[in-house]
Nanobody, 121 residues
Framework: QVQLVESGGGLVQAGGSLRLSCAAS????????MGWYRQAPGKQRELVAR???????NYADSVKGRFTISRDNAKNTLYLQMNSLKPEDTAVYYC???????????????WGQGTQVTVIS
């Protein structure tokens, strides 16, 4: 069974750093674009950062210059390095990826279970 599993969330003081990881496992043929989204209480889920299979990236304006998205294709793993964290970064962070399970299949959108990031001032 294909799944995405996040890790690395936690509690940190403002100005601190955290690194999130998302590992794709199961019977995979290929992984297309991957991304990190977040959802704060009472708010809609929003895109934080996205990276294509070729390594092109884009970021939400609110995290530009502070967060860095990367991927290790050999390990089927996505990362999000978060620096200079602010209380407004507090949210559940979700990994998202387009996964293909075989030759000729179309990418299917998968979500991880989410990991909590809490930034205190």
């Amino acid at each position: 069974q294909v799944q995405l599993v996040e890790s690395g969330g936690g509690l940190v003081q403002a100005g601190g750093s955290l690194r999130l990881s998302c590992a794709a496992s199961g019977r995979l043929f290929s992984i297309n674009a991957m991304g990190w989204y977040r959802q704060a209480p009472g708010k809609q889920r929003e895109l934080v950062a996205r990276i294509t299979s070729g390594g092109s990236t884009n970021y939400a304006d609110s995290v530009k210059g502070r967060f860095t998205i990367s991927r290790d294709n050999a390990k089927n793993t996505l990362y999000l390095q978060m620096n200079s964290l602010k209380p407004e970064d507090t949210a559940v962070y979700y990994c998202n990826a387009g996964l293909r399970v075989g030759v000729g299949t179309i990418p299917t959108n998968y979500w991880g279970q989410g990991t909590q990031v809490t930034v205190i001032s």
